[in-house]
């Protein structure tokens, strides 16, 4: 496994912005994908974004397409999650995750370590 640890989260008015950093630890970070999840409270723990190891390919939620932006730098270990246009329904716990196997980006299933996770809370 990997460790995880994210940083950023904290309070922004919506219409605000705010970056989120997830770094990993581990000399083979550059062959995995990595993925954001959110979980606020009383919900399930729900998909954000997703990247490929080579950062080409990416993948958002219905819901933040257009708003956020995932990316990563290999050389720092490193995965950031953009957010712009903030909503209070994006108020929630945000975790990154790595991907283990050929499973959907999309599923919790397919992520096999996580980050401790970041309070993110957008005030209306």
């Known amino acids: 496994q990997v460790q995880l640890l994210e940083s950023g989260g904290g309070l922004v008015q919506a219409g605000g912005s705010l970056r989120l950093s997830c770094a990993a630890s581990?000399?083979?970070?550059?062959?995995?994908?990595m993925g954001w999840f959110r979980q606020a409270p009383g919900k399930e723990r729900e998909f954000v974004a997703a990247i490929k190891w080579s950062g080409g390919e990416t993948h958002y939620s219905d819901s933040v397409k257009g708003r956020f932006t995932i990316s990563r730098d290999n050389a720092k270990n490193t995965v950031v999650l953009q957010m712009n246009s903030v909503k209070p329904e994006d108020t929630a716990v945000y975790y990154c995750?790595?991907?283990w196997g050929a499973g959907s980006l999309t599923s919790r299933e397919t992520y096999d370590s996580w980050g401790q996770g970041t309070q993110v809370t957008v005030s209306s």
């Open positions: 995750a790595r991907a």
């Open positions: 581990g000399r083979t970070f550059s062959t995995y994908a």
